[in-house]
């Protein structure tokens, strides 16, 4: 249980209200009850503010008069409200030390501040800085390296000699360093081209679960420092992820690409090997990506949905369209006679 | 093996033919043996009743004449199939009581008919009820709770909280209760907010391998009882999904979206975040959904695959539509001058 | 330590230089030292011959007057490199023998020379043949079988009765076997359908990280020789796909459709289920495929990205196409009097 005032301090904000109030978890604001703190961001949802039965809203200065009750204003609620979030809800407290049915080869460095779960599997040569957990039927490969309070969460497989650095979250099914797709056709058979490389994860990565990226061909690929992925988003070999950039879940990147700082990247999104995006480009969700992008800017391609029996013309119409366009041509050009 | 009296009554048919014909298993019509059983459910495969070599098959009772040899009628050949299937197929028997590799902590309350596979990781407070099955290798974190008879085949990570029905089956792969993709933009770096929120799957719920199902962010996330998700699909924190919906492989579904009873959505299908789809949409394969639809119904996008080389010209064409439109619009209003 | 002549003796491939060279290892041609051994493959690398510090560069034989250092003249350098590669890098030796914390149950056939990792499990009946290796944390259910030379990396699930040939690479994350998405509307509730075939995979298949192979309803899903899937793929119930295929990510190909030989697939398609693809057609990336495929050759479809602002006008004529056309006609009958 923290008080109003204890809270606010935390977040760097202004109390309204009763400053030992007491509060002892957070909800949505339709959901709220009175012991619970909740927040207002987006404007949207401000009708709930006079509804709601929470005890304490985070909300921006000009929110604060529809308050019911208590509040605290922030400069950004959202934010506001994460840390809030955090604080009411800290990260399970772990004892160190290692599982007793962990399988560890003797020679990985363990930092005694560590935790390795039960069932997971430590290869030779790997190094595990100080704080990290490694939760249940991990497997870790051969000389990887999990920088410090790094938390793999459950059932993750980091393969030979991928390097991940602090404070990564990583979630279960994730896959880094599996070998990328390297094929070379000899004579009509193709065969397995040795993927040598490996993978670097910067500070501050999170990886969503059912995530998979593959180690490099020869050179490694990379994510820099902040990147944000979410659930099964594919990254293949050398693809390089610049700082801050985010990726939005069932996204697909293929190899040798490479994507710049503070790129937002929406689900479903498609984009092909060895092309360029700048920095600060968004693209929205399912957009087919087949060319570099060299301005930052918002782009997007892919049809939403409209009724199958129309949607049934127009694909129909679209099979047709050069032809269409050319009739248009010669429309046009009788017109110039 | 059965007799053709005993499948007959588990179905529901009537027998045509020796009610003492023994049966030992299930086939195709174009693969079926004299002491296999098989169906016609879709008439497009008639043609292979005059040839089978299955000793019975179950058939409507307008396509009764047509068997050679015995056949079990019934209203719904495929329904009944599947039930013949099942009991001549049954599941594996197992024997109760937890693995010795298995991890379990001690205050976890596991029901004495539950099995417990090799080498499982069972968290602090977890419920099992009877007759569930938790096979090799799943992870189950803490505070889980799984309804009787439930069946986890292998490899699946339940994370805190999570709560399972009676009756679900579970596929490898499959990851339900990772964190949800919440991230808050703190000037220019992203942080995670807390995902706070757990999962809720109801009675009779299918996952497919390699699904994800993700946490909520403060409420929970919610699959509603009946539902069937095949594999590879991604369901974003507090999506809701209602009754007797069934997805196919592939599918994304962005946060906070809640979609009706009784849909049906195909493969590859990509849905945005903060939608409502009502009960009864279809949707069909690779679809986007950008807007929330309202009306029951079938919809539809995406554009079929066609020769590469015209799929050039009409993708050129298609970047200048808004031009060709303009100039249709200048011939038209020239005509009317 | 490998010299110049050794290697390439290993890839047929005549010195240009001191046979005596000595080579520790790979890299690319902007990055070689002069230990290293480069390859120039594709020519639009080709200026960066001239400043590589490489000590050897494989490269054909129009290109080797330009190498600085030594060089192998070969008739595919990317070939080449691909064998020399391996020879420099050759696969981890691993000590044959069952790891002791392996849960493996007695009735089972593994060979001596195989290697069973920690945290495996192993179901009844499974037979593991010569050199196979299986990586930490798979899980192998019963009467499993798996050719010779295959690698299991680690955390791989194989259900029951499912055949791997030999020479199989299989990444983490893999499921192969789980149940086909077979379910059937009974009276408005949806009931799962017995999966009774199984999945067979021939020799020399690789299988990328999180791909889903599914067994089949009643007959067996096939995975033919000499197939290569990459990361994330699915494939449904009772596919069939032609020997030498290849499919990049995060494709979706849906129940019982068959794939021919030698086609290439790329990234993201969806193929529709119940469809035939003949041999060698090629789909590039995000086709979506609602037909069979007859005729050889390159098909495609799906949109490229443009500025936001652009694809919001595109996609309003889009809904507008089939009235567009129409007009067209009419201004074509107005001139036609």
């Not at 420092?225 to 879940?249: C, P």
Request: charged share 20%; with cysteine.
């Amino acid at each position: 249980v923290w008080t109003l005032s204890q809270i606010a301090q935390h977040i760097d904000g202004i109390v309204q209200g009763d400053e030992l109030y007491e509060i002892a978890s957070v909800a949505t604001l339709q959901n709220a009850q009175n012991k619970q703190l909740s927040f207002l961001s987006n404007k949207k949802y401000r009708k709930y503010l006079a509804e709601t039965g929470a005890g304490v809203v985070i909300v921006s200065r000009d929110m604060a008069p529809d308050v019911p009750m208590h509040a605290i204003i922030v400069d950004d609620p959202y934010i506001a409200y994460a840390k809030a979030a955090r604080l009411l809800n800290p990260e399970k407290a772990r004892n160190a030390g290692i599982h007793p049915s962990a399988s560890v080869v003797s020679d990985s460095t363990i930092h005694p501040t560590a935790y390795i779960g039960p069932q997971v599997v430590i290869g030779a040569g790997v190094t595990i800085a100080e704080n990290v957990m490694i939760g249940p039927a991990c497997v870790i490969l051969d000389n990887v390296s999990i920088g410090e309070d790094s938390r793999l969460i459950a059932n993750i497989t980091l393969c030979d000699n991928v390097r991940i650095g602090k404070r990564a979250i990583i979630h279960p099914g994730v896959v880094i360093g599996a070998d990328g797709f390297g094929i070379a056709n000899d004579h009509g058979k193709w065969i397995h081209v040795p993927q040598i490389g490996s993978v670097q994860i910067g500070d501050d990565v999170d990886v969503g679960a059912n995530t998979t990226i593959d180690r490099g061909a020869i050179d490694d690929t990379i994510i820099a420092n902040g990147v944000k992925l979410d659930n099964q988003i594919q990254v293949g070999h050398n693809v390089e992820i610049g700082e801050n950039t985010v990726i939005a879940g069932c996204v697909g990147i293929a190899g040798s690409t490479i994507i710049g700082k503070n790129c937002i990247i929406g689900g479903g999104v498609g984009i092909g090997g060895h092309l360029e995006l700048t920095d600060s480009v968004m693209l929205t969700g399912m957009t087919m990506v087949t060319k570099s992008i060299k301005q930052a800017g918002s782009y997007s391609s892919g049809i939403p949905a409209e009724e199958t029996h129309h949607w049934h013309k127009n694909v129909i119409r679209y099979r047709q369209m050069d032809k269409l366009a050319e009739r248009v041509k010669q429309l046009e050009d009788l017109k110039k006679k």
